[in-house]
């Protein structure tokens, strides 16, 4: 696997590591729009695991998926505004 594709994998591990909010994730060159989507999957479940942590009282402290302060109620609206432009291109 090159570096790219190192990259791109380490990304879709982890979004909120490599991206301040959704957005950004459209305007990332280095990837095509089917990995776009890959990306913005990945966050949106990662917020889900988060939300439901959240509502069990089970949450610990910020991991990298707790982006930015963000609640995951908010972050899963902004990805899912953001996969609907996506879907539309």
């Given at each position: 696997?090159d570096?790219?594709?190192?990259?791109?994998?380490?990304i879709?591990?982890?979004p909120?590591?490599?991206?301040?909010?959704p957005?950004?994730?459209?305007?990332?060159?280095?990837l095509?729009?089917?990995?776009?989507?890959?990306?913005?999957?990945n966050w949106?479940?990662?917020?889900?695991?988060?939300?439901?942590?959240?509502?069990?009282n089970?949450?610990?402290?910020?991991?990298?998926?707790?982006?930015?302060?963000d609640?995951?109620?908010?972050?899963?609206?902004?990805?899912?505004?953001?996969?609907?432009?996506?879907?539309?291109?």
């Amino acid at each position: 696997m090159d570096k790219a594709n190192q990259d791109i994998e380490t990304i879709m591990q982890n979004p909120g590591k490599h991206y301040d909010n959704p957005e950004e994730v459209i305007v990332d060159e280095q990837l095509d729009i089917e990995q776009k989507r890959k990306i913005l999957e990945n966050w949106l479940s990662d917020q889900k695991a988060l939300s439901r942590a959240d509502n069990e009282n089970m949450a610990e402290q910020p991991g990298p998926q707790a982006v930015h302060g963000d609640d995951p109620a908010v972050m899963m609206a902004k990805i899912n505004r953001v996969k609907e432009f996506l879907s539309k291109q």
